[in-house]
Each structure stands twice: as structure tokens, then as C-alpha cells.
């Protein structure tokens, strides 16, 4: 017999809906506060071993931090220098560029033309829209870079939650209850661990496919091969769909510049790289701290996408991975935890260990 203090199951539904709905409009309604805050908290997390190495040497806190924040300043300078040296030379092509691209857009609807019966609106309408696609694009490029340079607060939002990283574990100590005093403990321990090696691993993975992509860029004759490589390496930051999101560029600037052929061969490095990222790089530099399964972590990209657009796509996995943490050490929440892992699918998952055994080359 239910009590009178019982809350109905619908009732409770609708209190935690209308709470998420509430979230999300926060987030989206304070978002030029909350992504450069956002942002700083994984800076914080990143620099956090290096920082606690320089104070252990006996280095102020104060003046460990401000190193590591101009070398990131630093860092973060040479890229931009170098990203815009590197598309300096693209801009110095433009004309041949753009003559090129007309060219191949003229074969292109040749072709078409050939193969199907088609209007000529219809075809002035697709030209249109591949001649405009270069222009959306760059205006994709232009908003990211006006959202990164109007994060001018990011250093100091770093710096301080460096300087004052004791006051909020403090703080977070303070407001947990007895029984949860050591889980919380526990949670800001692997968080302080994992979420650094973590970023770190994504960073290494990055630094090996602006390599690999530029080499095989080259080898196969694309013209700005390194810019191509970068581009492509960036957005694999975004997990699953930044790779193809890279590419896709990489194809269609190759498909509109050079050769629709040798845009193909951009097809198939993306295979060779996405294999070696996906089988080699990414379990053995990323993989092994935090795991979260494929579905999850599509859904919450189209989600963050949705709330804060290109920056809420390079957010949504750090912070999903550190909610991972937290669920895993309550009790409550273990499952939720198991559901956005991916344990309990291994024996479905094709890895190295599974091909050896397809092809009976298992010890």
C-alpha cells in the first residue's frame, strides 16, 4: 500500500524530463560563459601533472602555472603561425585554384550529363551548390576561428582553477554527504589521473595522423599536403565522424582542384588510416583509460553539435568519459556506467585478436 508521501512513477518522470530540459536550455542559453570554461577545465586537467611536478621541485604554485600557461600561449601561437603560413600559400593560388575548380565542375556535369537525362536548371542548380559548397565551408572555419579568438579569458580561467584546484576538492568534500565523503574522494583521485592521460593520448594520436596523413597525402600527389594532413588530423578529435568530416573536405578540395580520380585515392587512405587509427593508435594510446561505446558517443556528438555546434562536438566526449568516472563509483549509477561502456559486447567486437582467429593465426 502506497503512502501518502509516495510520488507517482509518471511524476517522477516528468520532474527529471523537465529538469533535463531545463539543463539543456541553460547550456544553450549561457553558452559564451560556459564553453571557454568548459575548454579551461580540460586545459586545467591536461597541465594539472605537469604543474603538481613543477611545485614538487619547489617551484611556487604561482609561478608554475604562469609557465605552463605562456607555454601553452606559446604552443598555441606557433599553430595558429602555422596553420596560416600553410593556408597563406593556398590563398597565393587562388586564381589557378579557382580555375581548376570550374574546369573540373564543367567535366563533372559533362559526365552526369551523359550518363542521366537531366535539365539544364537541374544542372546549374547542383553547379551552384558545388561553387557555393567552398564558401560554406570557409564561413564553417571563419565562426570557429571568431569562437576561438573570443575566448580571451581561457588563460585565466585555467590559471585559476589550477591555483585553486585544493579549494575545490575541498569544496566538493565539504558538500558530499558522510557515506559519499570517500567515493568523492575516489571520483577526484581517477579523474585527476585518468582525465590527463586521457587528453594527453588524444593529443598524441593527433601529432601521429597530421603525420601519417601528410606523408600519405604526398605520396599519392595532393597539393598542400601538410595543410590536408592537419585539417584531417584536426577533426579526428571529433571521434567517429571527425574523421570523416576531415576527409570529406580533404576529397572534395581534391575533387575541385585537382582530379576526380585522384580524389579517389584520398578514398582509400582514409581507409588505411581510419584502420590504423581505430586498431592500433587509438587502443593503445587512448583506449586503455577510458572506453565508451560507439553509439553513445555518436548520440552525444549530434548532441552537442546541436547545443554548442563545433565546440560542444570536441567537449561532449572529455566530459562523457569523466561522468563514466563518476558513475562507475556509485553505487546507483554503476549500470549507467556499463551502459555507456563497452564491456559485455567483446566477443561480437572485431579487434586483432578476433581477425588472427578468423584467419587461424591465434597461438
Known amino acids: 500500500m502506497e503512502s501518502k508521501t509516495d510520488v507517482p512513477l509518471s511524476a517522477k518522470v516528468l520532474i527529471k524530463l523537465l529538469l533535463t530540459i531545463t539543463v539543456i536550455f541553460i547550456l544553450i542559453v549561457a553558452k559564451t560563459l560556459l564553453v571557454p570554461l568548459f575548454f579551461a577545465i580540460l586545459f586545467a586537467y591536461a597541465l594539472y601533472p605537469s604543474a603538481k611536478k613543477l611545485e614538487k621541485v619547489g617551484i611556487p604554485r604561482i609561478i608554475a602555472n604562469l609557465i605552463l600557461i605562456i607555454g601553452l600561449i606559446a604552443v598555441a601561437a606557433l599553430s595558429i603561425y602555422g596553420t596560416a603560413q600553410l593556408t597563406a600559400t593556398v590563398t597565393d593560388d587562388l586564381p589557378s585554384i579557382k580555375e581548376n575548380v570550374e574546369q573540373n565542375i564543367s567535366i563533372v556535369v559533362e559526365t552526369v550529363r551523359g550518363w542521366i537525362s537531366i535539365s539544364d536548371e537541374q544542372i546549374q542548380s547542383v553547379t551552384d551548390g ?9 564561413n564553417v572555419f571563419s565562426s570557429t576561428t571568431n569562437t576561438i579568438l573570443g575566448i580571451g579569458l581561457l588563460p585565466v580561467y585555467t590559471f585559476l582553477l589550477l591555483f585553486y584546484r585544493n579549494k575545490f576538492r575541498e569544496f566538493i568534500k565539504q558538500v558530499s554527504s558522510s557515506e559519499y565523503k570517500d567515493i568523492a574522494d575516489t571520483i577526484i583521485k581517477q579523474a585527476s ?20 596523413n601528410s606523408i600519405g597525402f604526398y605520396i599519392i600527389g595532393i597539393e598542400y599536403a601538410l595543410l590536408m594532413g592537419v585539417i584531417a588530423a584536426f577533426f579526428n578529435l571529433i571521434p567517429y565522424l571527425g574523421t570523416v568530416i576531415g576527409y570529406g573536405i580533404v ?3 581534391v575533387f575541385l582542384t585537382q582530379s576526380p580520380s585522384l580524389s579517389l585515392a584520398v578514398v582509400g587512405q582514409f581507409f588505411i588510416v581510419q584502420f590504423i587509427e581505430n586498431y592500433i593508435l587509438t587502443p593503445n594510446i587512448t583506449g586503455s583509460y577510458v572506453q565508451i561505446n560507439p553509439l553513445v558517443t555518436i548520440l552525444a556528438l549530434i548532441g552537442g553539435g546541436m547545443i554548442w555546434g563545433l565546440s560542444g562536438m570536441f567537449l561532449v566526449i572529455p566530459f562523457l568519459a569523466f561522468l563514466k568516472i563518476v558513475f562507475e563509483n556509485i553505487p546507483d549509477l554503476k549500470p549507467v556506467a556499463y551502459l555507456l561502456g563497452t564491456r559485455g559486447t567483446e566477443k561480437y567486437s572485431i579487434n586483432i585478436h578476433s581477425l588472427k582467429q578468423l584467419f587461424g593465426w591465434a597461438d
Open 130 to 138: 558545388i561553387q557555393n559548397t567552398g564558401q560554406i565551408i570557409g
Open 193 to 212: 589521473d585518468i582525465v590527463p592521460r586521457y587528453l594527453k593520448g588524444l593529443f598524441v594520436v593527433c601529432l601521429i595522423l597530421i603525420l601519417l
Open 251 to 253: 576529397f572534395l578540395f
